[in-house]
């Protein structure tokens, strides 16, 4: 990848002195792809920044020589034990603050055993960086926004009644992967008839019926990069309570939409779109934020719900989702992913909003 | 699903008696999926299990509606925010110990806000349970290696030169869905030519070229329950080198497999497969334990490595997984899903080992 990670090092490196911290310690996966471009996978390995100089990265011989191959701009500790070594260089520091992402708690649990370091949880010190896209990661969420619309395509050409859930899934599994994205960003969810009605619905083998409500929710992986976007269909005839709450939808999309700009507090966006699905009379059904921020990771922040206290700035990349979920009858979400620019706002998975 | 989940509690609350443990605090998704058979994803969700008494399960209203179809045998509360309700309810308990699975760092530091309650990890107590499979769950992963070996199938067939890895990955994923995987059990390695190297290759834009080495090593889910499965291939014709370390690791495979009965040190087990690869010259070229315990999780105890104090018992299913690595030459892995019985072991991933 052609990221300049030096620089985004540089710029945590600076943070991190506004903010007190002697070193930084990065665990997640999407952290070390960062600031390194080396993706752990489900590796262990550690991240140490320290205030001045080259990031240090700790791997196992699992992994040394994909990180030789593969990491920019940081030197490489090949260890039995990576947090072992971690820590002991830790405690070489002397008495200081250290800053660590969000650790497993049994790890945090070893870690707070360094002798002379204090660890300050300090995630949002790295979302500021990572919220605020490069042009670089624009194009790389653009080519995972384009690969999912391919995928969403591949689920409308083959729905049709008696498939079952997991089969439309698969369908956009296989046109994403031959479109170049390495993995899904995350299990595609495809969730039908009564099971709709469930935001978080995952996928299984109930057959597609006819008249029923199907949400179909998937995104893309590109060099990392992820897209995140769905579509609600009815197979067949939709009856008249399943229009309106799709048309209540997408309006609360549209107005959701207009109101991103540079400088919008969320909290306004989101009650922007939950203002129409009231209007409509669905308010009630609307049980979840508008939005997300997406790019390394499918959630983070700016999150757009109603008490969120962020505000919208140039180079996020947002998700906008309002929906509909009514317990027994089904639900309905619509979503795209959507750049904030200084010319406005820019939907990245271009994909019609059809019903049927 | 059809599983006892009381005797599961139940089997818990009696060792948490053991351990002095008031209460336990459940977080990971297979944890909840284990003791109330309720999926939460992505969700925000945790268990409660008290020492006496039906456990409690803390859902945003995001889940409320899922959580009264799907869970079993557990009280549900619908919360604002699930940490506080359950930090309030931990401190009516007054004074006790309790124990927490893996938390991420953020929420344990926030847990041990509460007052007059001392948490402990303990994951080790659910891991007693959990590592013995019973025959549902055998049945469930027995399916889940089916329709694994169906994804193998699809790649076997698919292989060509010219073709990328990720298309690979994603034929075996549709077909692992066609057949009934709500999702993969882990995004699938396709990692080809030099790649083959990396134990954790995942997959990439790279297109196969004719005499490589391709590793693919893909698991479905059934019901939430797991396969893992690695296949070698080489397409066209391999070289000397590449059929030695290929056989190599077979032997260690079948060696590895026949040192697996009830009751042996897992270490021990590691060791005899190891020994294969070092008689051959491929000792320093197998950096990774030869295999792990799967079942909810892809990877979880016992583990078979060589410094692992496991033994093996009956109803553990394992993976059987060496490989020799080879920088800048490729890769070898093979490995199958085993069930550990009375009457000894089981492979469950039933497909043919061959290059080529």
């Given at each position: 990848?052609?990221?300049?990670?030096?620089?985004?090092?540089?710029?945590?490196?600076?943070l991190m002195g506004d903010e007190g911290l002697r070193a930084f310690v990065l665990y997640t996966r999407e952290n070390l792809m960062y600031f390194t471009g080396f993706d752990r996978y489900e590796s262990t390995a550690y991240l140490l920044?320290?205030?001045?100089?080259?990031?240090?990265?700790?791997?196992?011989?699992?992994?040394?020589?994909?990180?030789?191959?593969?990491?920019?701009?940081?030197?490489?500790?090949?260890c039995r034990s990576p947090l072992n070594t971690l820590s002991r260089d830790l405690t070489a520091l002397g008495g200081a603050s250290v800053g660590v992402d969000d650790l497993p708690s049994s790890t945090y649990i070893k870690l707070q055993?360094?002798?002379?370091?204090?660890?300050?949880?300090?995630?949002?010190?790295?979302?500021?960086?990572?919220?605020?896209?490069?042009?670089?990661?624009?194009?790389?969420?653009?080519?995972?926004?384009?690969?999912?619309?391919?995928?969403?395509?591949?689920?409308?050409?083959?729905?049709?009644?008696?498939?079952?859930?997991?089969?439309?899934?698969?369908?956009?599994?296989?046109?994403?992967?031959?479109?170049?994205?390495?993995?899904?960003?995350?299990?595609?969810?495809?969730?039908?008839?009564?099971?709709?009605?469930?935001?978080?619905?995952?996928?299984?083998?109930?057959?597609?019926?006819?008249?029923?409500?199907?949400?179909?929710?998937?995104?893309?992986?590109?060099?990392?990069?992820?897209?995140?976007?769905?579509?609600?269909?009815?197979?067949?005839?939709?009856?008249?309570?399943?229009?309106?709450?799709?048309?209540?939808?997408?309006?609360?999309?549209?107005?959701?939409?207009?109101?991103?700009?540079?400088?919008?507090?969320?909290?306004?966006?989101?009650?922007?779109?939950?203002?129409?699905?009231?209007?409509?009379?669905?308010?009630?059904?609307?049980?979840?934020?508008?939005?997300?921020?997406?790019?390394?990771?499918?959630?983070?922040?700016?999150?757009?719900?109603?008490?969120?206290?962020?505000?919208?700035?140039?180079?996020?990349?947002?998700?906008?989702?309002?929906?509909?979920?009514?317990?027994?009858?089904?639900?309905?979400?619509?979503?795209?992913?959507?750049?904030?620019?200084?010319?406005?706002?820019?939907?990245?998975?271009?994909?019609?909003?059809?019903?049927?």
């Open positions: 990848m052609c990221m300049n990670y030096g620089r985004r090092v540089e710029r945590l490196q600076r920044i320290p205030l001045d100089g080259d990031p240090i990265l700790y791997v196992t011989r699992l992994d040394y020589q994909r990180v030789l191959d593969e990491a920019f701009g940081c030197r490489v500790k090949r055993a360094t002798r002379r370091v204090e660890f300050k949880p300090s995630d949002r010190v790295v979302w500021r960086l990572r919220s605020v896209k490069e042009d670089e990661e624009v194009r790389l969420i653009r080519e995972a926004c384009r690969i999912a619309c391919a995928g969403m395509e591949a689920v409308w050409e083959a729905l049709r009644p008696g498939l079952r859930e997991c089969e439309l899934a698969g369908e956009a599994c296989r046109e994403m992967m031959r479109m170049g994205s390495e993995e899904q960003s995350f299990p595609t969810i495809v969730a039908s008839g009564p099971r709709s009605a469930y935001p978080h619905g995952g996928c299984t083998r109930r057959r597609l019926r006819r008249g029923e409500l199907v949400v179909v929710d998937l995104g893309a992986s590109y060099m990392g990069y992820k897209s995140d976007m769905t579509r609600t269909f009815v197979v067949g005839r939709p009856s008249d309570r399943q229009v309106e709450a799709w048309r209540a939808s997408l309006e609360a999309y549209t107005r959701g939409l207009k109101a991103m700009r540079v400088g919008v507090r969320a909290g306004e966006v989101d009650r922007e779109a939950r203002r129409v699905l009231e209007e409509r009379g669905f308010g009630r059904f609307f049980i979840h934020g508008l939005g997300h921020g997406i790019g390394l990771s499918v959630h983070e922040p700016p999150y757009i719900t109603r008490a969120s206290g962020d505000r919208l700035s140039r180079g996020n990349v947002v998700t906008c989702e309002p929906g509909v979920y009514i317990p027994g009858f089904g639900g309905v979400r619509l979503e795209n992913t959507v750049l904030v620019s200084r010319d406005g706002v820019e939907e990245l998975t271009r994909f019609p909003m059809e019903l049927c």
